[in-house]
């Protein structure tokens, strides 16, 4: 058995909404009725500064450094008067050889990284695992085939020493 509740008309609920808005006036003002003020707009900002009437726009002009001349070593060859490269049936392969002391330089993943990134083939030589190993024949046949394009030191002043003065 269900019982039903009795609805009431919709003009009673419109009423009973009008009454509670007159209500929360009347008692939040007093029966007056006020204005929210707003907070003041932001000061207006100054004007850009007048550039100087001899400012010269472009890059500016670099220091000059003072270095020392450059000296030519004893043995440079003179100067080539050739306009003409000379034809040459020498073969050089695109590859770099990059030449690590120990492996262990924090460096030496990044050189390799960027040559797999660039698609350019390497060949690692670590010195402490051949000492004594850089011999010509590693980077030529002695002819006319160049085994590198390039080389790649993992630092700048790559050498090893075993302890011995030999």
């Known amino acids: 058995m269900t019982t039903q509740i009795p609805r009431r008309p919709a003009r009673s609920a419109r009423t009973f909404a ?10 939040i003002g007093h029966g007056e009725v006020r204005a929210q003020l707003l907070p003041p707009p932001p000061p207006l ?6 550039p100087p009437p001899d400012l010269r726009l472009g890059p ?3 220091p000059r450094i003072p270095s020392l001349p450059q000296v ?3 043995n440079a060859p003179g100067p080539s008067h050739s306009a003409v490269l000379p034809a040459t049936s020498a ?4 590859k770099l050889l990059i030449i690590s002391a120990d492996g262990s330089e924090p460096v030496l993943a990044a050189i390799q990284k960027a040559a797999e990134y660039a698609g350019i083939p390497y060949t690692l030589y670590v010195a402490s695992r051949a000492p004594g190993g850089f011999v010509p024949a590693i980077l030529s046949d002695g002819n ?4 590198y394009q390039g080389i790649v030191l993992t630092t700048g002043t790559l050498a090893r020493f ?4 030999r």
Do not use: M, N
Not at 144 to 147: D, N, T
């Open 45 to 50: 900002p100054l004007p850009l500064p007048i």
């Open 72 to 74: 030519l070593p004893g």
């Open 144 to 147: 006319r085939h160049a085994y």
């Open 60 to 62: 500016p002009q670099l």
């Open 162 to 165: 075993d302890g011995t003065s």
């Open 91 to 94: 073969i050089l392969d695109t």
């Open 18 to 27: 009008l009454l509670l808005a007159a209500l929360a006036v009347a008692h």
